[in-house]
Each structure stands twice: as structure tokens, then as C-alpha cells.
């Protein structure tokens, strides 16, 4: 199904929408986000992908930054405050990999030029 669709240009076609749709409204900018999650989980390959995060510096950082948050939780006197910041935060983690990772495997001039391998 997805095989048929080019993902490159999509990506590039979603991330230059979420560009546009952040400062304008929440709403457009997370529905933006959840499709590229949903495309990046449906499009397959999960061992590359898990490869490419558990092989990144940067990628396992960010993980274990989230991680100390949710193991935050046992310390604080507010857990709903607490549950309230995590929540925040869920892009974080979730969205930083997948967009950290559509930048450096891309092909496209757009999406990769800021990175390098």
C-alpha cells in the first residue's frame, strides 16, 4: 500500500504544512504530526529504523531525557502536575525520532541539508 506512495515527497509536503501550521493553530499542527507518525509506523522496516535510533548519539539522549522524566515522577509531590509536563512532552520523544531520522535517511536535497551521516 505504501509502497505505491513516495514518501520522500510526502514527508517534505507534511513538514513544510506542520512550518506553516504551528503558529497558526495547535490543532492543524499535532493532526500534521500524527499523520507523519502514522506513515513513518505503516511504512515498515522497523529493524533499519531501530538501528538507526539505538546507533545515534543524539537519538539515545533524547530518550533518556524523556525517561528521567517519567522516572521524575516518583520524586514529586504533585503527581498530576508531574503526569501534566510529561503529557507536554510527548512529541518529544515520539516526534524527534521520527523527524530526527526522516532528515538523515533522506535523499532529498530539502530534507537533508542541514544533516550529514
Known sequence: MLGSINLDKTYQFLLIALAFLLPLTVAGG????????MLWTLSANYKAKFNQIFNNRLLIA???FFSLHIFGLIWTDDLRWGLHILHKMWYFLIFYLILFLL???SDSYF??????H
Not at 530534507?111 to 550529514?116: A, E, K, N, R, W
Request: hydrophobic share 65%.
Open 30 to 37: 499535532n493532526l500534521i504530526i500524527v499523520i507523519i507518525v
Open 111 to 116: 530534507l537533508g541539508h542541514f544533516t550529514t
Open 62 to 64: 533524547s530518550i533518556v
Open 103 to 105: 532528515l538523515i535517511c
